[in-house]
Nanobody, 122 residues
């Protein structure tokens, strides 16, 4: 079972930037995704990327967030720019069951990290 460890979350002012990292314990070419969960809300899809670099984003982060991966390092990144207080949440990295499709549904992912807190102050 692949273990996922997120890092990079912290307190940042609105308009600022952060880069989250997700390190996988084993070699994986599976589609990888980022989700987030704000207090009192359900966990929601943020972005996903397949092994070849094809990516998809939820509408609210398009143009501001960029997902990328370094297959040699078994690491996935989420570059977040122009952050707003609405981006405040625990961010989770996840591994999908497939390799080709960039999927959005939580049910498509079978391994999750412990999460990293991102707080954006106004």
């Amino acid at each position: 079972q692949v273990q996922l460890v997120e890092s990079g979350g912290r307190l940042v002012q609105a308009g600022g930037s952060l880069r989250l990292s997700c390190a996988a314990s084993g070699l994986t070419f599976n589609t990888m995704g980022w989700f987030r969960q704000a207090p009192g809300k359900e966990r929601e899809f943020v972005a996903a990327i397949n092994w070849s670099g094809k990516s998809v984003y939820t509408d609210s982060v398009k143009g501001r967030f960029t997902i990328s991966r370094d297959n040699a390092k078994n690491t996935v990144y989420l570059q977040m720019n122009s952050l707003t207080p609405e981006d405040t949440a625990v961010y989770y990295c996840a591994k999908a069951t497939g390799v080709i499709d960039v999927v959005r549904g939580r049910e498509e992912y079978d391994a999750w990290g412990q999460g990293t807190q991102v707080t954006v102050s106004s």
